[in-house]
């Protein structure tokens, strides 16, 4: 079936430096790549979206790469502030119109 | 633009109750609303998809009769927790969409059942 793998499942990193979470997907299919924020206790926030005609989308401090060969997708946050930290979802969109989500990574990022 | 919102955000309610969730679109027509559950440090478990005017389509394990979904309008879902048990207990999240595969969640609603 459709699956998502999202790695890695935590990630600490000082302020200022940059942080990279990785998923891959196994529906050659999906075309849309959405990342989500998830603060404790609040619903998933959209952060950034890719469809699969781009292989990188940038806004300000968030980037999202696309490898559809290799069914690979990134999202990259540079200068890491502590509000960043959050639990991360990447998803893939699935053949029945729905989202097919990863495990999530919690950021941790410090002070 | 793209705001959803829940109402209640929370909820304790006693066994054997039912509970109702509110989910709506605030600045946009929804096309499908989808409604999920999410259990602690757990990733997001879709219960239901659900079309404005159509029967939702239930998740595999998920039972209709329990989880009553009603999608009377392009901006309104509810989702209605029957004779709820304390294994109900969760954190549920609704989203909308207005295009194939992009979805906007809630708020979530906290459910704690006595």
């Known amino acids: 079936g459709e699956n998502v793998e999202q790695h890695p499942s935590t990630l600490s990193v000082q302020e200022g430096d940059s942080a990279v979470i990785k998923c891959t997907y196994s529906d050659s299919a999906s075309n849309y790549f959405p990342w989500y924020k998830q603060e404790l206790g609040k619903g998933p926030q959209l952060i950034i979206d890719i469809r699969s005609n781009v292989g990188e989308k940038k806004d300000q401090r968030i980037a999202v790469t696309l490898n559809k060969t290799a069914k690979h997708f990134s999202l990259h946050i540079t200068e890491t502030q502590p509000e960043d930290s959050a639990v991360y979802f990447c998803a893939a969109g699935g053949s029945q119109g729905n989202l097919i989500f990863g495990k999530g990574t919690k950021l941790s990022v410090k002070p | 633009g793209a705001v959803v919102s829940q109402h209640p955000s929370w909820v304790i309610c006693k066994s054997g109750t039912s509970v109702k969730i509110e989910c709506r679109s605030l600045?946009?027509?929804?096309?499908?609303m989808f409604w999920y559950r999410q259990f602690p440090k757990q990733s997001l478990m879709l219960m239901a998809t659900?079309?404005?005017?159509?029967?939702?389509?239930?998740e595999q394990g998920v039972e209709k009769d329990k989880f009553l979904i009603n999608h009377a309008s392009l901006t309104l879902s509810t989702l209605t927790v029957t004779s709820a048990h304390p294994e109900d207990s969760s954190f549920y999240i609704c989203?909308?969409?207005?295009?194939?595969?992009?979805?906007?969640f809630g708020p979530g609603t906290r459910l704690t059942v006595l």
């Open positions: 600045d946009f027509q929804a096309t499908t």
């Open positions: 659900s079309n404005e005017g159509s029967k939702a389509t239930y």
């Open positions: 989203s909308a969409s207005r295009e194939e595969h992009t979805q906007y």
